[in-house]
Structures are given as structure tokens and as C-alpha cells.
């Protein structure tokens, strides 16, 4: 008797640590599933406020003047191109919070200050 005992008592034990595991699993699922849909809320929110960032009072130019790209640079400026006279050409990265420049959006910037920027046409038949 003594034994089933002891193997009921292990048993019971076995469940008992099963069940806990089996909760902190669950609880650990929900808060990664958490971060996850806030993470994708925040991607969503940037790109929404980058759509609207030429309408925005911290947009320096004119609106007409912008051509959304949203990868890998989010703008392209023909400044004064809604006046016909185009003055410069300017890329324009948005970002909102503490949000950082990603490496290739590093490289785009490092190039466009170096100078290695071109024109080309490109005829096709």
C-alpha cells in the first residue's frame, strides 16, 4: 500500500508541475503575442505618419513638390517643381519617437553626401 502511495503522491506531483508549466507557458505566449501586435501597431502608425508627413506643419516643403517612394527613402522633393522651377532635389527620411536611420538608409545618406548621384535616361522600345 505504502508504495501506490507514493506513486499516486509522485503522480499528483507530476500533474501539479505539468499544470504550472502549462500556465507559465500560456502567460509567456500572451505577453509575446502582446509585444508582437504592439510592435506591428507602432510599424503601422510610422507608416501612416509617413503618408501624411507632407501634410504635417514640420513638412519644410511644399506638398505638390513630394513623390512618396516608402522604401528604401521615404520622399523624393522636386522642390519648387509645383512653380515649374525645379531648385534642388531633396530625400527626405521620416521618422517619428526615437526611431533610427537603418544601415541602407545610412548608405543612402553616406552616398547622396559624397556626390555619387546620377542622372540617367533610359530609352526603351
Known sequence: MTILYIVILILF????????????????????RKDAIE?????????FKEQLAPFLPD????????RFLGSPIDF???????????????FVEVKSGKSKL????EQIRDVIYNGNVEFKICRIS
Open 13 to 32: 506531483l507530476i500533474i501539479i508541475l505539468l499544470t504550472y508549466l502549462l500556465i507559465s507557458r500560456r502567460k509567456e505566449i500572451k505577453a509575446i
Open 39 to 47: 510592435k506591428s501597431r507602432l510599424v503601422l502608425e510610422g507608416r
Open 59 to 66: 513638412f519644410n516643403f511644399n506638398p505638390t513638390d513630394a
Open 76 to 90: 523624393v522633393i522636386f522642390d519648387g517643381a509645383a512653380e515649374s522651377n525645379v531648385k534642388k532635389i531633396v
Open 102 to 105: 537603418t544601415k541602407k538608409e
